[in-house]
């Protein structure tokens, strides 16, 4: 097991327009979390957000949770983001992960049936300087809150550093 | 489920935690450009992007803000300072060696190289 102080991860919730992010240094340590919109008529735009996280916290790896979106509309928004991503990390040799919804989903409801708003309360218990943010359980018939994306990029840093340096019995639940 | 490689370690500290502190408190960048008596949020956005360095009476500012040492809060500028001083010191020390000096003068040599060494051994304690 890995056990190093520095290893800044950024994790990214790439959605359509827009996409939340937390960067970590280490397990325990959030640097910065945010929502940032990158869909406008010019591509660059993800790269500079990105460009401007790189800058200033020189992430080793960049994990990417990809979004299930099932429209026609926001499915290859998605892909060119993704794309674009890729190539900004190649230019500037860091690592990038792909993870699917499906992986993630199974690492956290392993024991018991969870959902996305599980995993997030889950994150504001480990990092209470995010509580505040923590979205309400939302009805079926609601709309998901824009703040949830940081809640699922958070999760993809807790689904990393549970494979690097603790073990799973440490990212269960709390009690409701 | 997918096999997640180990990315090459980063060591190096940022530059600052000025952004990270202020995140947690939850204070947005004007409210700590007030608390610190500046007329917009400008200057500490640049102070959190190492723009630009604060002044030493607003570095002192944010250590009582935070309650955090200005070391810990500014330690890759801290990490620089210190490679530069240190490798400062030992050109400084090679100089000294290579000096003579009678009465007074050797006293004083021999005063400022055992500082010299006194100093690297607290360091190394």
Known sequence: ?????????????????????????????????????????????????????????APSIILVRKAVERDRISQPMIRLAIHNLKAFAKRTLITVLLIDESSLHGFFSKEAKINKHDIARMVADRFPELSWRLPPKRKPWQSEPARQSIFDAASLGLFYFAKHVETPQDLKPAPS | MPQIPSPEVNQRHLDNYLRTHRRKAGLSLRELGMLLAY????????????????????????????????????????????????????????????????????LQLAQKLAWLNERRNIKGA
């Open chain 2, 39 to 106: 007329a917009d949020e400008c200057a500490v956005s640049r102070h959190e992007r190492s723009k630009t360095q604060p002044p030493i009476l607003i570095a002192i500012a944010y250590e009582v803000i935070f309650r955090t040492p200005v070391a810990a809060l500014f330690p890759g500028m801290r990490e620089t300072v210190e490679l530069t001083i240190e490798q400062r010191l030992h050109r400084f020390e090679e100089e000294l060696r290579q000096r003579n000096g009678k009465g007074s003068r050797a």
């Open chain 1, 1 to 57: 097991m890995l056990n190093l102080p520095f290893r800044r991860v950024l994790t990214l919730d790439l959605r359509s327009r827009k996409f939340g992010f937390v960067v970590f240094e280490g397990p325990h340590t959030l640097l910065d979390w945010g929502i940032r919109t990158h869909a406008d008529e010019k591509r660059s735009l993800l790269e500079r957000r990105l460009n401007n996280l790189q800058s200033m916290f």
